[in-house]
């Protein structure tokens, strides 16, 4: 069954660098996502993503962070300077057009900012 | 501002028992209801969506029940497992939540156990 894959799947970077986490989403889908979860803590939106722009973000998504799909498989979320609240778990998530498909969740990248 | 709580927070139970995972939520305007198994330190499994209009939905020993006005969703595994164990997540779609958004809520999880 295919599936979202996520690159890498630990990221530990320095307070203040950029990161880029890298999601392939499942090759028919049209609708990308990206979602977080703090340690211990809920997991929550971050940004949908659908022909080539953002639809819709979160209040966490702030200008430190950006999305991109630059190619025709890859979809990437930039955090240009991280700080030590945005360690968690980035999951990304894509699916199929329609109103009734299910999410379809990458196995996530573990950040750890130090 | 959409709620999502799930009981109990965690939940031991024996081998080949029967149980029941509860969900509720606070705004009863939902396109769906989707309950997601999550395994330590890995992403999320889609295990059952139930549609607002739909009242149940089964895939084999999992049964998810929605009741909209009241703003509960359980989800029944039947004769439970070792490899049952896991947390699971229950997630909300709003209603106006449609087309390219795809914003859902998540409940912090029931982490489940089943001992041999």
């Known amino acids: 069954e295919p599936e979202v894959t996520q690159t890498p799947s630990h990221q530990v970077t320095q307070m203040g660098q950029e990161v880029i986490l890298r999601c392939v989403p499942i090759?028919?889908?049209?609708?990308f996502y990206w979602y977080r979860q703090i340690l211990g803590q809920k997991v929550e939106f971050l940004v949908s993503?659908?022909?080539?722009?953002?639809?819709?973000k979160s209040e966490i998504f702030d200008d430190q962070f950006s999305v991109e799909r630059p190619d025709g498989s890859n979809f990437t979320l930039k955090i240009r300077s991280t700080k030590l609240e945005d360690s968690a778990m980035y999951f990304c998530a894509s699916r199929p057009g329609g109103h009734f498909s299910p999410l379809h969740f990458g196995n996530g990248t573990r950040l750890t900012v130090t | 501002k959409q709620e999502v709580t799930q009981i109990p927070a965690a939940l031991s139970v024996p081998e080949g028992e029967n149980l029941v995972l509860n969900c509720s939520f606070t705004d009863s305007a939902i396109y769906n209801l989707q309950w997601f198994r999550q395994d330590p330190g890995k992403g999320l499994t889609s295990l059952l969506l139930?549609?607002?209009?739909?009242r149940e939905q089964t895939s084999g020993r999992l049964n998810a029940s929605l009741d909209k006005s009241s703003g509960r969703s359980t989800l029944y595994i039947a004769a439970s497992q070792p490899g049952d164990s896991a947390t699971y997540l229950c997630?909300?779609?709003?209603?106006?939540?449609?087309?390219?958004?795809?914003?859902?809520?998540f409940g912090k999880g029931t982490l489940l156990t089943v001992n041999p």
């Open positions: 993503f659908y022909n080539n722009e953002i639809s819709e």
């Open positions: 090759s028919n889908h049209l609708y």
């Open positions: 997630a909300v779609r709003l209603l106006n939540s449609g087309g390219s958004n795809y914003k859902l809520t």
């Open positions: 139930i549609q607002s209009s739909q």
